[in-house]
């Protein structure tokens, strides 16, 4: 009989959804490294679920998602040829020129178009500039076309790394992705070719309050004081609730993050706010750290859900200390309140989902990336699992010493 899976059944669910999606595009070995399992374990689940039927929920989102995708095709086809889809104005890089497009040329640039016709030195009179001035710039023709295929090269690298994540990184995380393959660049001069050449990361929207919370609860105390840091894994979590606006109704999230290394150990999604939700997001977290976390703080807001007596006994089974902020402050869940900075500003605030299907994919796939490959400067700008990888290596070499 085969072991039962440490992963829960929603988990199992959104991987296969995240395979599936992928198209081809990656292997078992890309989705499952994100996800942190293995390939054979993703493979089965797959080969487990398209031995099953798919319901007809599933063939109602695929049907939708496809409608969505035909009518962008006929859109695009629609957008004449140089023309920006959509509108009437040519496309930026097509034959078209747009207002502001005309080019003035520099006056070095015109005497060395000019010079063999009328000579250096009556074009220099003419237009009143220095003739050694010319005579340099003439000079340093090759380094600054050297310099300026470097840069060129460095922009494409940049819009590289860009389109890989999204258009979600700015000029901090690029230049650390940067220095990760190996270059010697200033992040200032990242900012400035980014500025250049019109390459924007994505900012956060105003947030709203979501905490209700459950002023007959038993009191619990609040150990953490704002202080949002740990000296060793599994020391310090935190959690909070989140929600995304899906049609005419909302899909919520519920997470579990260790404070250490920043990961994103559990989560839950749910189209309710029940006890549930945050208790199944606390037991993902649990599974991912293998059973055995004794002693843990986990460190929330006074939400109901958090203050029920259902969450209360879970926490009292695993050996969790529970630990909460006062009501209202959110600066005592900052650290809970701003992991939600990025699924909003790159996920949720980008689409009105359609589906609850497409969601739930859309944030999983988020949640998987950020902890596998997503540079945080608060882990100077690692994932939270290559922190976590790090420091384990540590702790080994220092046991060792």
Request: net charge positive; hydrophobic share 40%; with cysteine.
């Amino acid at each position: 009989m085969a072991r039962p899976s440490k992963c829960s059944a929603e988990f199992r669910s959104d991987a296969i959804a995240l395979w599936r999606a992928s198209a081809g595009r990656w292997t078992f070995k890309d989705v499952a490294a994100d996800l942190n399992v293995n390939p054979e374990t993703l493979r089965t689940w797959v080969r487990d679920a398209d031995d099953r039927p798919a319901s007809a929920a599933a063939s109602q989102d695929i049907e939708a998602e496809l409608a969505r995708l035909r009518a962008e095709n006929a859109r695009l086809a629609k957008a004449e040829k140089g023309m920006a889809a959509g509108t009437r104005k040519p496309a930026p890089g097509s034959g078209v020129f747009r207002p502001g497009d005309e080019v003035k040329t520099a006056a070095w640039d015109f005497i060395s178009a000019h010079a063999e016709g009328f000579g250096i030195k009556r074009i220099c009179r003419v237009l009143e500039v220095s003739r050694s001035g010319c005579y340099r710039w003439i000079a340093g023709a090759g380094t600054r076309a050297e310099r300026q295929a470097a840069e060129d090269t460095l922009v494409d690298e940049i819009r590289e790394i860009h389109a890989e994540h999204r258009g979600n990184y700015g000029a901090l995380r690029i230049h650390a992705e940067l220095r990760g393959f190996g270059h010697t660049v200033n992040r200032k001069r990242v900012a400035r070719l980014m500025r250049k050449h019109h390459i924007v990361g994505r900012h956060l929207r105003r947030k709203k309050r979501t905490t209700i919370p459950d002023r007959l609860a038993p009191p619990v105390a609040d150990p953490v004081q704002r202080d949002f840091t740990a000296g060793a894994l599994d020391e310090k979590w935190c959690g909070d609730i989140t929600y995304v606006q899906v049609g005419p109704t909302w899909l919520y999230l519920a997470c579990v993050v260790d404070i250490r290394s920043r990961r994103v150990l559990g989560w839950s999604m749910a189209p309710h706010m029940r006890a549930e939700l945050v208790i199944d997001a606390l037991q993902a977290a649990v599974a991912t750290r293998g059973g055995d976390v004794a002693g843990v703080i986990f460190h929330a807001d006074r939400g109901s859900q958090y203050t029920s007596a259902a969450f209360a006994r879970v926490c009292d089974r695993y050996g969790v200390r529970r630990s909460m902020g006062k009501v209202g402050s959110s600066y005592d869940n900052a650290l809970a309140e701003s992991l939600w900075q990025g699924p909003k500003r790159e996920t949720m605030h980008r689409k009105l989902f359609a589906t609850m299907r497409q969601a739930r994919l859309e944030i999983f796939e988020w949640l998987t990336y950020d902890n596998a490959r997503r540079r945080h400067s608060a882990l100077s700008y690692l994932s939270p699992m290559e922190f976590e990888q790090q420091h384990c290596k540590t702790a080994r070499l220092s046991l060792a010493a």
